[in-house]
C-alpha cells in the first residue's frame, strides 16, 4: 500500500474512527482488469476485502474466522488466499453459496479425490449475529487498484492505493513528446494526421518515417497544427522509433 497524500495517516486514524464497530475496513477492487469477465466471477471474489486493510483483531468474528482458517490449514482450503478465503465463509454463512475449487487442489496425494465437510450450517451460525450490521466495510481511504495503470485524475478521495501502476501526467514545459508515424507509401498516414487536432494528445512533433522510395514531402503541415516532417528510413521499419 503507498500513500499518495499528505496526512494520510490522520486520514485512516479518523475513518477508523467514524466507522467502528468492524471487523474488517477495507477495500474491494476498484481497478478495471475484471471488467471483461466481470459477470463470471464468483460473489465471493467481487466483494472480498482485499487484505491490506485494517483488520480488527478484537472483533468476536475476526477471532472466530481465524480458528476456522487455522483448523482449515491441513485443507485444499489453505491454498486460498486469507482475504478471499474470509469472503468465502461470509458468503457461504449469509447467502448458502458454497465456493467452488479447482479440481487440480481437490486431489490428495494419490491422486483421489478429497472431500471437505459441509460447513453451510457452522457458517450460518457463525456470522448469524454480524449479518444485519455488515462488520466488513470500504474505505474510503484506501483503494485496490491491482494491476491496473492509473493517472492522478482518475483518483477520488482515497489517500492510500494498493497495487497498481500508477504514472504522472507529462509535463509538457519539461518534455517534448514526438509521434512517430510508420509509414510505407506516400499518403497512408493522412487519416491520423488530419484527425490529430481532434484528440487530446501530448505530442508536440510528428516524425512521419517513410522508405526511401518513397519521396519526403511536407503535407502533413497542412493537416495538423501540430509540426510535422517526413524522414527516410534507413533501417527495418521496426526501428522507426529508434531511428527517428
Not at 40 to 51: A, Q, V, Y
Not at 62 to 72: A, C, K, P
Not at 147 to 155: C, E, G, M, S, V
Amino acid at each position: 500500500v503507498v500513500p499518495i497524500r499528505s496526512y494520510w495517516l490522520d486520514d485512516l486514524l479518523n475513518e477508523i474512527e467514524l466507522e467502528r464497530p468492524f471487523a474488517m475496513l477495507g477495500s474491494k477492487y476498484a481497478g478495471d482488469k475484471w471488467d471483461p469477465f466481470l459477470g463470471k466471477i464468483p460473489i465471493s471474489l467481487r466483494d472480498h476485502l482485499n487484505g491490506n486493510a485494517i483488520i480488527n483483531t478484537s472483533h468476536p468474528l475476526i477471532d472466530d474466522i481465524i480458528g476456522q482458517l487455522e483448523r482449515e490449514a491441513p485443507s485444499p482450503y489453505n491454498s486460498i488466499p486469507f482475504d478471499y478465503r474470509m469472503s468465502q465463509i461470509w458468503v457461504e454463512g449469509t447467502k448458502g453459496i458454497v465456493p467452488e475449487l479447482a479440481p487440480r487442489i481437490m486431489l490428495d496425494d494419490k491422486g483421489n479425490n478429497i472431500k471437505l465437510p459441509d460447513n453451510k450450517e457452522k457458517f450460518k451460525k457463525m456470522v448469524s449475529k454480524w449479518r444485519e450490521k455488515n462488520p466488513f466495510k470500504e474505505s474510503r481511504v484506501v483503494k485496490n487498484y491491482a494491476a491496473t495503470n492509473i493517472i492522478p485524475r482518475y483518483l477520488g478521495p482515497e489517500s492510500l492505493i494498493h497495487g497498481a501502476k500508477f504514472y504522472f501526467p507529462w509535463e509538457s514545459m519539461k518534455t517534448d513528446i514526438t509521434l512517430v508515424v510508420t509509414e510505407w507509401s506516400h499518403g497512408r498516414s493522412k487519416h491520423l494526421l488530419s484527425h490529430l487536432d481532434e484528440k487530446d494528445h501530448p505530442f508536440s512533433e510528428v516524425v512521419v518515417m517513410l522508405p526511401s522510395n518513397v519521396e519526403a514531402r511536407d503535407d502533413g503541415q497542412n493537416m495538423t497544427i501540430v509540426p510535422t516532417r517526413s524522414q527516410h528510413r534507413v533501417a527495418s521499419d521496426w526501428m522507426d522509433l529508434c531511428e527517428a
